[in-house]
């Protein structure tokens, strides 16, 4: 089945550091790719999304690119603020077959110290 | 805009009670609601998705007599836990798909705690 790996945290940064969160997918079909935060004691908000390979995802200022030949979306951005603190949810949605169906990773908390 | 409410956000019940969640959708019409549940440090995992008007359709593994979902209008989903027990104890969270879109919208999720 599909499935999501993104890498363990916690992720501690110092403000105006470089964030890399890796993400890898596993999907049947071609799915969309998505990438959610969540600050502490709110739901879960879109970040950015990707629908088809090569494309790029942006908001923010954090960045991630749809890498079908390394089925990859990292996450990036090139310096970070303390409130970027959250974690941070890669997920797809493989449509294939009509389902609307999301499919997340286990999260990767970020703390970024002043 | 788009935003979602859960209510309660953290219930704490006595083993066999049943327990009523709800998820509403305060500014647009969802057609489409899901629920999942969070365990800790785990990834959210899809319970059921509910259509407004139609019954709900469960994920493998998910006990539709235990959860009972209701999907009473465009703005209101509701989630029962039947007969709960300690290992239903979870974070449960609901989202809402804006109507002629893919996005999903989440609450904020709902903390049980099953004595």
């Known amino acids: 089945g599909d499935s999501v790996t993104q890498m363990e945290g916690p992720v501690t940064l110092s403000e105006e550091a470089f964030l890399t969160i890796n993400c890898t997918y596993t999907a049947t079909g071609y799915p969309s790719l998505f990438w959610y935060v969540q600050y502490p004691g709110e739901g879960l908000q879109l970040l950015l999304k990707?629908?088809?390979?090569?494309d790029k995802g942006s908001n923010k200022g954090f960045e991630a690119t749809y890498r079908k030949e390394t089925t990859s979306f990292h996450l990036e951005k090139g310096s970070v603020q303390v409130s970027d603190s959250a974690v941070y949810f890669c997920a797809l949605q493989d449509s294939q077959g009509g389902s609307e169906k999301l499919v997340f990773g286990k999260g990767t908390k970020l703390t970024v110290n002043p | 805009g788009a935003v979602v409410s859960q209510h309660p956000s953290w219930v704490i019940c006595k083993s066999g009670t049943s327990v009523k969640i709800e998820c509403r959708s305060l500014?647009?019409?969802?057609?489409?609601m899901f629920w999942y549940r969070q365990f800790p440090k785990q990834s959210l995992m899809l319970m059921a998705t509910?259509?407004?008007?139609?019954?709900?359709?469960?994920e493998q593994g998910v006990e539709k007599d235990k959860f009972l979902i209701n999907h009473a209008s465009l703005t209101l989903s509701t989630l029962t836990v039947t007969s709960a027990h300690p290992e239903d104890s979870s974070f449960y969270i609901c989202?809402?798909?804006?109507?002629?879109?893919?996005?999903?919208?989440f609450g904020p999720g709902t903390r049980l705690t099953v004595l």
């Open positions: 989202s809402a798909r804006l109507r002629y879109t893919d996005t999903q919208y």
């Open positions: 990707a629908t088809k390979a090569d």
């Open positions: 500014d647009f019409q969802a057609t489409t």
């Open positions: 509910s259509n407004e008007g139609s019954k709900a359709t469960y």
